[in-house]
Nanobody, 126 residues
Framework: EVQLQASGGGLAETGGSLRLSCSVS????????VGWFRQAPGKEREWVAG????????DYSDSAKGRFTISSDNAKNTVALQMDSLKPEDTADYYC???????????????????WGQGTLVTVSS
């Protein structure tokens, strides 16, 4: 059974940094895509970044590009999201998710993911 657990949220100032971590288990094959999403109060869940487990190929939303870095450590079974130059609009609950997919395309729709971790709250003060 695939399980994910997100951690690392907290409070940061504008311009500051936070590092989120997603611990993954139960991957029986390498063809998984792991994504980070966020959801602010009253808003839809939004894809932030994703990474293909077997190749390390990373993808970013326009809002994350240049500020966030997603990485995977297959030996430690973790996927990290380093968030720099934080803005108040980055405030949200952040979730990691995984989907078994052999396609080489990014997976941005939350409905496409079967496996989810619990959220971790990120608050950026102005």
């Amino acid at each position: 059974e695939v399980q994910l657990q997100a951690s690392g949220g907290g409070l940061a100032e504008t311009g500051g940094s936070l590092r989120l971590s997603c611990s993954v288990s139960g991957f029986t094959v390498d063809d998984y895509y792991v994504g980070w999403f966020r959801q602010a109060p009253g808003k839809e869940r939004e894809w932030v970044a994703g990474i293909r487990w077997n190749t390390g190929t990373a993808d970013y939303s326009d809002s994350a590009k240049g500020r966030f870095t997603i990485s995977s450590d297959n030996a430690k079974n973790t996927v990290a999201l380093q968030m720099d130059s934080l803005k108040p609009e980055d405030t949200a609950d952040y979730y990691c998710a995984a989907e078994n997919s052999v396609a080489a395309l990014r997976i941005t729709s939350p409905r496409a993911y079967h496996y989810w971790g619990q959220g971790t709250l990120v608050t950026v003060s102005s």
